[in-house]
């Protein structure tokens, strides 16, 4: 395959192709923060440390390749030195056509992985499936590999249940009521105005199905009778409230909805895992970031644009690596127990959450139009940080040098 000239490709919030030098340099810039912050001392909001923590040393981080998940397995791997297993749906490269972003991004993973001794095992494919978790837990008897951590991590639109068959779509709607609000339409950066209709009962249902917590109980459950889950094994999966003012969209609507799911499922599976493992399930509620699926929320993205300009200027901008870094630090981490609110939940969105910082933001929120959307916003660095997903415009890097996008990415 002759080397090319790779040129973003953007309609909306969707980016068609990748850059695979630009994807790497963003593993390593996040190997880089992870390391730096793990240096660091616990936060003020820490769990309380304790002995009875255990190691690192293996770890299954099911949504690998992108955002949070990815942020997750470099952690295990690079921070803890663990051993880990990732599971994922990328694209490959086809001829002329580009790979998926988080193809490029295992990629290096798998690399650099390997330079260090630990190597990292990948499986492509749907992690919803009855066939993947066959294959996962197959290899990790024949490892001979116990778990220390799952890390669950899936953002998909569609889920096909693997007793039933049946095919779910998740919807982002507003419950009870028509959501009329400001938001900006990617595509010609504009100030808009959005209504959207409120969800029905079947809408309701098919996003807890996709986004709720059914399909991380059917991992537990699986690699628990597998008895692959090592002593004190804990699992982690990733949630979002947010300020009042995406309420409607989000922890109100039918996101919100499957997130009470998923809550509720972590309630199920720590008396599960406490039981037989002495181990804990945590849901851990997250900053608002730039990602794929962020990005295809309404209000969201001038959300986050309105919100990266305040914590920028005040110094508490956070990206995935910083923010998965500091969970495993302070909570989750060999010596941690996690510091929970009174829902049971570990929240590093504690600095999104400051009062000062909402206030502010809600000042932003009722000045911005379109004329002074990139004067009084940083819809800039989020159009930036979008690009810098799919590895373009990342500082560093030479767009108008040929590149090998031919990449492989083998199992490990």
């Not at 300020?243 to 720590?270: C, F, N, Q, V």
């Not at 406490?274 to 849901?283: D, F, H, K, M, P």
């Not at 929320?297 to 919100?307: A, G």
Request: glycine share 10%.
């Amino acid at each position: 395959m002759p080397l090319q000239t790779v040129n973003a490709r953007i309609r909306g919030f969707l980016c068609l192709n990748a850059h695979p030098v630009g994807c790497a340099a963003n593993v390593r810039r996040q190997i880089d923060t992870v390391g730096r912050v793990l240096a660091a001392p616990a936060a003020s909001s820490a769990g309380a440390p304790t002995s009875g923590a255990p190691p690192l040393r293996s770890a299954l981080v099911i949504g690998s390749s992108t955002g949070y998940g990815l942020s997750s397995l470099i952690t295990a791997v690079f921070g803890y030195g663990a051993r880990a297993t990732s599971v994922c749906l990328e694209r490959p490269p086809h001829g002329d056509k580009t790979a998926s972003a988080g193809w490029y991004n295992l990629a290096e993973v798998h690399r650099l992985a390997r330079e260090a001794g630990r190597p990292v095992t990948t499986f492509n494919g749907d992690a919803y499936s009855r066939e993947i978790k066959d294959q996962v837990v197959a290899h990790l008897k024949a490892s001979g590999a116990r778990l220390d951590s799952v890390v669950y991590s899936l953002a998909s639109p569609k889920r096909t249940d693997p007793t039933t068959g049946v095919s779910w779509t998740s919807v982002l709607k507003p419950v009870g009521a028509p959501y009329r609000s400001q938001s900006i339409a990617l595509g010609s950066d504009q100030i808009t105005t959005v209504e959207l209709q409120p969800a029905t009962d079947a809408d309701i249902e098919a996003t807890r199905k996709v986004m709720g917590g059914e399909d991380w109980e059917l991992w537990i459950a699986a690699l628990l009778d597998a008895g692959v889950l090592a002593p004190g094994c804990r699992t982690v999966a990733y949630s979002y409230i947010g300020p009042e003012l995406t309420y409607p969209i989000y922890r109100s609507g039918t996101i919100g909805r499957a997130k009470e799911h998923l809550e509720a499922t972590a309630r199920a599976l720590d008396a599960r895992l406490r039981e037989g493992l002495s181990g804990g399930a945590y849901v851990s509620v997250n900053k608002a970031l730039t990602t794929q699926a962020s990005s295809a929320i309404p209000v969201v993205p001038l959300y986050i644009s309105i919100l990266y300009k305040i914590m920028k200027a005040k110094g508490t901008h956070e990206g995935t690596a910083e923010q998965i870094a500091r969970l495993f630090r302070d909570h989750l981490g060999p010596g941690r127990t996690p510091r929970l609110d009174g829902e049971g939940r570990i929240r590093v969105d504690d600095l999104e959450m400051e009062p000062a910082t909402q206030h502010e933001v809600a000042a932003l929120w009722n000045q911005v139009t379109t004329e002074n959307l990139f004067a009084i916003t940083d819809y800039a660095g989020f159009k930036q940080e979008f690009r810098a997903l799919f590895g373009f415009e990342v500082p560093g890097i030479d767009y108008a040098q040929s590149v090998e996008t031919d990449v492989a990415l083998d199992r490990g």
